[in-house]
């Protein structure tokens, strides 16, 4: 039996190597680039998913005996699926972001990036990748050099950006895709290029080719009525929720939310979704009173649950620059506890806002009435009391 079992084995093995292709060491990430430092060679990684169709398609091509020779002979090589936890924690420590499969990803044996790509299926682009991420003057490493010193050929513009979106550096990828469609003709706005590009590699709303796919919809309608509007609309929420869209003016919240209407979106859905938006940037401008009246408009065309009345309570309570909200807070809070779903710990959080809100008042009485109100409830309902606790000391 046992001999069987050995038989069995060395013939699985004997198959793999007729294969020819590349050997994809099956152990830990952190394994295959001790390996690589071991045997001092940089390290390839293919990114992809089981239950990917384009990845399926890539296993002859890596399996071709030529694909083999050369990275076997250059790479320690891995492959990782992408919805594993341990390699999304390896991901987010690298700073890496995975737009789409297969992706190609070289590195140096101390987790250095030094080259990115996505390969056209077959046996002479696999190895042309591979070759470019050996040489100091080719690889994506070098793109911000070759910027720098003028190229705007727009492959190469292409490439950068996928790159930049590749490592998560917005910046990057704003300035590189700028250029790229400021060389766009008006005649190939809409063109199949730039629908991918579109799709890949644009995050700004502000870039002219995002501007022409918001105002010209109709240019598009080959690629897809539905598929166009998921595009632009993706554009303008990845706008609105970059780092850069938490510091934007209120004026620019709007244009988000006038985008969204002219793709096709409810109006009161996009008000919805530019609603905390909005409402934070009045509270860096230091306009309360339009934070208050667009929130308080909200709660006037939308039913509120507890919680959401409870949301945005501890917002106000948070981020508002002055107390000219806490008659408007204080009436969001009282509508909650009237409602008879209202539980006894939702009442507890309830009044401790409410005992913030009078104290920011300068109502100290009616605070104290409210945070012991609060401390009573949490202990019926056998909550943290701490809080509370700290909460009356404070009021004293």
Not at 54 to 72: A, H, I, W
Not at 155 to 175: E, P
Not at 214 to 222: D, H, M
Not at 353 to 362: C, I, P, S, T
Request: net charge positive.
């Amino acid at each position: 039996m046992k001999l069987i079992i050995v038989l069995l084995f060395l013939s699985i093995n004997v198959v793999f190597a007729q294969k020819g292709g590349i050997t994809f060491r099956p152990d830990p990430i952190d394994a295959v680039f001790a390996a690589a430092r071991k045997a001092n060679k940089p390290v390839f990684v293919e990114i992809y998913s089981p239950t990917c169709h384009v990845c399926q398609s890539f296993m002859p091509t890596l399996n071709d005996p030529r694909v083999g020779k050369f990275y076997n002979g250059k790479y320690v090589s891995t492959k990782v699926d992408l919805m594993s936890k341990p390699v999304q924690a390896w991901l987010t420590s690298r700073k890496l972001y995975v737009p789409s499969l297969p992706l190609f990803l070289y590195f140096d044996p101390q987790q250095n990036l030094v080259h990115m790509a996505m390969s056209n299926n077959s046996v002479e682009e696999v190895i042309r990748h591979g070759t470019q991420a050996l040489d100091p003057k080719t690889r994506s490493q070098a793109f911000r050099q070759r910027f720098a010193g003028g190229d705007r050929n727009p492959n190469f513009l292409i490439d950068y950006g996928m790159l930049a979106r590749v490592t998560t550096d917005t910046v990057t990828n704003i300035k590189v895709m700028e250029e790229y469609a400021r060389q766009q003709p008006a005649n190939q706005m809409n063109s199949q290029t730039n629908w991918l590009v579109l799709q890949k590699l644009i995050i700004d709303m502000d870039n002219p080719l995002a501007q022409n796919l918001i105002n010209n919809l109709g240019q598009y309608k080959a690629f897809g009525v539905q598929e166009t509007r998921n595009v632009a609309e993706n554009i303008l929420m990845s706008t609105l929720y970059s780092g850069r869209g938490a510091q934007f003016p209120a004026q620019k919240v709007m244009q988000v939310r006038n985008g969204l209407v002219k793709i096709g979106t409810d109006a009161k859905a996009a008000a919805n979704r530019t609603l905390l938006p909005e409402v934070n940037a009045y509270f860096r401008a230091r306009q309360t009173a339009k934070a208050v009246e667009r929130m308080d408009a909200q709660t006037n065309s939308y039913p509120l649950s507890v919680p959401e009345y409870l949301y945005i309570s501890r917002l106000f309570n948070k981020q508002s620059p002055d107390p000219s909200d806490v008659p408007t807070v204080t009436k969001w809070i009282n509508k909650a506890l009237a409602n008879p779903k209202a539980t006894p710990t939702e009442q507890a959080d309830l009044y401790y806002e409410l005992a913030v809100a009078q104290r920011r008042g300068g109502k100290k009485t009616d605070a104290q009435k409210a945070a012991q109100k609060s401390l009573d409830l949490a202990k019926a309902a056998k909550i943290d009391t701490k809080r509370n606790v700290q909460q009356l000391v404070e009021l004293k």
